[in-house]
C-alpha cells in the first residue's frame, strides 16, 4: 500500500518534466537538428521527415544503450573499487555464459534492427517515380553545375563559385557572390526526377536541406528522386573531393512556384539558353560502352 502510494508520488514529477520537456522543444530539436526544419512550415521534401524519423529513433535507441552501459562501468568501478588494506587480484570472474550470451544477443537485435529500418526507408527514398512530373539532368563538372532542364528545351551553364572582392573587410573574406552561384530552379509539389551525370572525375550531388546526397560517377547515370515541398532558397556542394577547386563547387536550388519556374526557362531561353548541353561536353568520352576510340592509331 505504502509502495503503490509512494509510486503514485514519483509519477506525477516524473510526467510532470516528461510534459515539460516534451513541450519545450522545438522543431529543430524534435528532428534531431537536422538542416532544414523550421516551426509551423513544411518539411523541405516529402522524405524529410523519414530521414529524420531514422536518425532521431536511431539516437534515442543508442542513448539508451550508452546509458546503460555508462550506468553499469560506474557502478562496477563505485561498488568494487579496491579498498583500504586490499592486497593482491580480487576473484576473477570468467567464462560466464549468460552474461556472454546476453551481450553476443542484444548487439545482434539491435544491428539487425538499424539494418531493417535504414533498407525500408532507403527502398522507399530510391523507388524512382512511375510518372514524374519533371525530368532534370545535373551535370557535375570540375569545378561547377550545367542544369540541363531536358522537358523544357533549356539549360544552364554554371560556374565555379567567385570569391567577394577582398576589401580588407575580415567579415567577408571567404565569402562567395550567391548571384553568382549555379542555381537550379525547380517547380514546389513536382514529383522530380534528377538524372546525375559527370563530364569528368566523382563528384557528389549534395542538398544538405533535403537529407539526401547522391554521388556523380563518370560513365554512370544516377538518379535522385524529389518533390521539394517548400519554397526557399537551399545551399548545395559537391560532397566528394574533386580536386583544386572542389571547395568552390557551389550551387544553389531554388523551390519555386510553378510561374516563377516558367519565367526562370524563358529567362534562360531569351540568353539563349535554349536546346541541351549534354554528353558532348563531357571531357572524358572515352569510356567503356562510347566505342571510342578502338585501336591505338597516330592518324
Ligand atoms: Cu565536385
Known amino acids: 500500500m505504502r509502495h503503490t502510494r509512494r509510486l503514485r508520488w514519483a509519477a ?8 515539460f520537456v516534451l513541450a519545450g522543444c522545438s522543431d529543430a530539436q524534435l528532428h534531431g537538428f537536422l538542416p532544414g526544419f523550421k516551426s509551423g512550415e513544411k518539411p523541405v521534401t516529402t522524405k524529410t521527415e523519414m530521414v529524420s524519423g531514422l536518425w532521431v529513433t536511431s539516437w534515442i535507441v543508442l542513448l539508451v544503450v550508452g546509458i546503460i552501459v555508462w550506468a553499469l562501468v560506474i557502478w562496477a568501478v563505485v561498488v568494487y573499487r579496491r579498498r583500504k588494506g586490499q592486497t593482491g587480484l580480487p576473484v576473477q570472474l570468467r567464462y560466464n555464459m549468460p552474461i556472454e550470451v546476453f551481450y553476443t544477443i542484444v548487439p545482434f537485435i539491435l544491428i539487425i534492427g538499424f539494418f531493417a529500418f535504414t533498407a525500408r526507408d532507403q527502398d522507399a527514398i530510391e523507388k524512382p517515380y512511375a510518372n514524374p512530373d519533371l525530368h532534370v ?8 553545375w550545367d542544369w540541363d532542364y531536358t522537358d523544357d ?3 544552364d ?9 577582398d576589401t580588407g573587410d575580415s567579415s567577408t573574406q571567404g565569402d562567395v557572390v550567391e548571384s553568382e552561384l549555379p542555381t537550379l ?3 514546389v509539389d513536382k514529383k522530380i526526377d534528377i538524372t546525375l551525370k559527370s563530364r569528368d572525375v566523382i563528384h557528389s550531388f ?6 539526401y546526397k547522391k554521388d556523380v560517377i563518370p560513365g554512370h547515370t544516377n538518379h535522385m528522386y524529389v518533390t521539394p515541398t517548400r519554397i526557399g532558397t537551399y545551399k548545395g556542394d559537391c560532397a566528394e573531393l574533386c580536386g583544386e577547386y572542389h571547395s568552390a563547387m557551389l550551387f544553389q536550388v531554388k523551390v519555386v512556384s510553378e510561374a ?4 526562370h526557362i524563358a529567362e534562360l531561353k531569351a540568353k539563349g539558353y535554349t ?5 558532348d561536353y563531357n571531357r572524358n568520352n572515352n569510356l567503356p560502352g562510347t566505342g571510342a576510340p578502338t585501336s591505338g592509331g597516330n592518324d
Open 12 to 19: 506525477i514529477p516524473i510526467a510532470a518534466a516528461v510534459t
Open 137 to 144: 539532368t545535373v551535370y557535375a563538372k570540375q569545378w561547377a
Open 153 to 155: 528545351d533549356a539549360y
Open 157 to 165: 551553364p554554371g560556374i565555379q563559385a567567385q570569391a567577394v572582392a
Open 185 to 187: 530552379y525547380l517547380p
Open 206 to 211: 549534395w542538398v544538405p536541406a533535403f537529407l
Open 260 to 263: 516563377d519556374y516558367e519565367a
Open 275 to 279: 536546346g541541351s548541353l549534354g554528353d
